[in-house]
């Protein structure tokens, strides 16, 4: 590496760093980004796969820490030039609460109820909000508690703590979620950041999403230490598949159970929209590699996560890897009619419900899962290849054969 681009020492945070896409954004950094200097890794639980890292040029530090934690956050962050926040609570399952999944993606106001639902958390309300546009003026999501009632926790501490201690770039791990599919299952086909769609969420992890991209965009232009303007921009991926994905692995050890085969729930006919692990991560450097640059263009801007993933149902996606890892799908058209998949889910919510005060009832079906699978949800873009040059940097069949080699590893490395 040149001793130029070393010189500059840039020093990133990346929050959920031992996240199964922060990993891929801590590895990538370490790769593509020749201007690193240190790289501080922050997570509620750390991987021992960090220790190999330190060997490298780079400084690797690893911080256990919790993005809830207003001190522990500052203190990560200072002296930092760019923060990546992946960390999140991803639950569509039901095992955190509501209260938890707001303050870890949020902040610490636990009376929120989200972008016109009846999903009450609490006491307060906030109406509906309008998505799928590009600017931070269309955002519509209603009122924010006033800042001096804030609690700290969340996303809302990881931009304080950019304020108070200097840092001027910051990404944010947004989701398609921000956006939809809504609570009225309308389809988003091959949509932009600026295709108009009624976003109107009742879920929580959703709602946290929404609420934390617009306090990360909203704090785009704000003052930090040192009178610099925080140039902030929200990439959200689609669903994201590649090494690491867990809902992948439980399929297919389902797969394995059920004697080599899963049995057709969604019609093949429904699309949903996927993206390669390691283009997420791409990204992700890219932007944050270009926000000083670009800092008109990009601050405050959301960006799509896409590559060239074949748009096709979750279960037809899924089998472009587990089928050559022996599985096959059963049946060209659902098994069972959507009447009863719609009441086993509503089952499965009640027996969540009732055993709650006794045990974890969290299967993958329950409303939302079946709402968000059967909903079409595809991305079609060029608004980062536009606005910081991104391509992906793995084609279709390398992200395929890369997933699959995974796949193949948790077989034998489960014999
Ligand atoms: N998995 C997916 O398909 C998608 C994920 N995303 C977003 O990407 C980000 C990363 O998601 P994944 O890697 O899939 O999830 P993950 O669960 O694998 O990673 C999240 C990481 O955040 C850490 N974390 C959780 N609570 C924390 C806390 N209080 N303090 C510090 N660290 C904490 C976890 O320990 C974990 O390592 C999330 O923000 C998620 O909302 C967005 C779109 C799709
Ligand atoms: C047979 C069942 C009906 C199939 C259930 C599949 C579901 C578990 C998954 C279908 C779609 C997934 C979600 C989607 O990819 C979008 C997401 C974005 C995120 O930010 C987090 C994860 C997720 C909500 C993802 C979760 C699993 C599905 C609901």
């Not at 956050?73 to 609570?89: R, W, Y």
């Not at 509906?128 to 001096?148: A, E, Y």
Request: contains cysteine; charged residues 20%; hydrophobic residues 40%.
């Amino acid at each position: 590496m040149a001793d130029s681009a070393r010189a500059q020492k840039l020093v990133y945070l990346v929050t959920g760093g031992c996240g199964f896409l922060g990993e891929h954004v801590v590895r990538m950094l370490l790769q593509r980004e020749p201007r690193l200097c240190e790289l501080r890794i922050f997570d509620l639980h750390l991987g021992p796969w960090l220790d190999e890292l330190k060997t490298g040029p780079v400084r690797v530090t690893a911080i256990q820490g919790d993005v809830t934690q207003a001190h522990e956050v500052a203190a990560a962050v200072a002296g930092t030039h760019v923060v990546i926040h992946t960390a999140g609570l991803v639950d569509v399952f039901g095992k955190a609460s509501p209260e938890t999944i707001h303050e870890v993606n949020v902040q610490g106001w636990p009376s929120v109820t989200c972008c016109g639902s009846p999903w009450t958390w609490g006491r307060k309300h906030m109406p509906s909000s309008t998505f799928g546009m590009g600017r931070r003026k269309k955002l519509q999501l209603g009122h924010s508690p006033p800042p001096h009632l804030l609690p700290s926790p969340g996303t809302q501490n990881v931009i304080e703590a950019c304020v108070q201690t200097g840092t001027q770039f910051l990404v944010y791990t947004s989701s398609m979620e921000v956006v939809g599919p809504n609570v009225k299952g309308h389809p988003f086909y091959r949509g932009n950041e600026d295709t108009p769609y009624e976003a109107v969420h009742r879920h929580p992890y959703p709602c946290s999403k929404a609420l934390a991209e617009r306090l990360v965009l909203e704090a785009n232009g704000r003052k930090v230490r040192g009178g610099l303007p925080l140039v902030t921009c929200a990439l959200r991926p689609t669903g994201i598949y590649g090494e690491g994905h867990q809902i992948m692995r439980d399929f297919y050890h389902q797969g394995l159970r059920l004697g080599g085969r899963l049995f057709r729930a969604i019609p093949a006919s429904v699309e949903h929209g996927r993206v390669y692990v390691g283009n997420v991560a791409w990204m992700h450097v890219l932007v944050a590699r270009e926000l000083e640059q670009r800092a008109a263009l990009m601050g405050g801007q959301v960006y799509f996560c896409y590559d060239k993933s074949p748009y096709k149902s979750y279960e037809d996606f899924n089998m472009e890897f587990l089928r050559p890892c022996g599985l096959r799908l059963v049946g060209t058209r659902p098994l069972l009619p959507y009447w009863l998949l719609v009441f086993l889910a509503a089952l499965n919510a009640l027996l969540q419900w009732l055993l709650r005060p006794l045990l974890l009832y969290a299967p993958l079906l329950n409303p939302y899962t079946l709402a968000v699978a059967n909903t079409t949800f595809t991305v079609s873009t060029n608004k980062a290849q536009r606005h910081f040059g991104y391509e992906p940097l793995f084609s279709w069949e390398d992200s395929r054969t890369r997933t699959i080699r995974w796949v193949q590893g948790v077989e034998s490395s489960s014999q």
